[in-house]
């Protein structure tokens, strides 16, 4: 088998799903927080507050790939037919960021 290629970790995509989803949460509560806060306060701290949660989503929502540094999977396979009829084939995964693994393989004997 060989390093044949590298990709997107998908358990680093779900936690960096997870990490944009609790900071919009938290940017929302922030944006309603501040609305509920017209005509309690004087209007340029209205306003101030109004921006910060606005900027604030607006920041999360551009960064699709918030904590992604880029292709960490290395994914590794390969076949094999041995003259004796043997057909075998693996595939093997690792993250070099998060510890990710899965492997599989696959072999069976065919007719001649």
């Known amino acids: ?53 606005r900027t604030d989503i607006s920041s999360i929502e551009d960064k699709i790939d918030i904590s992604i540094e880029g292709k960490t999977l290395r994914e590794d396979f390969g076949f094999e037919l041995k003259p004796s009829g043997l057909f075998s084939g693996g595939y093997f995964a690792a993250c070099a960021k998060c510890g990710f693994k899965h492997k599989y393989s696959y072999s069976k004997q065919l007719e001649i």
């Open 1 to 53: 088998m060989s390093a044949d290629r590298w990709s997107i970790c998908p358990k680093c995509l779900k936690i960096a799903d997870e990490r944009k989803a609790k900071l919009l949460k938290i940017a929302e509560e922030k944006l309603k927080i501040a609305e509920e806060n017209y005509g309690k306060i004087p209007a340029d701290e209205y306003e101030k507050q109004l921006i910060a949660a």
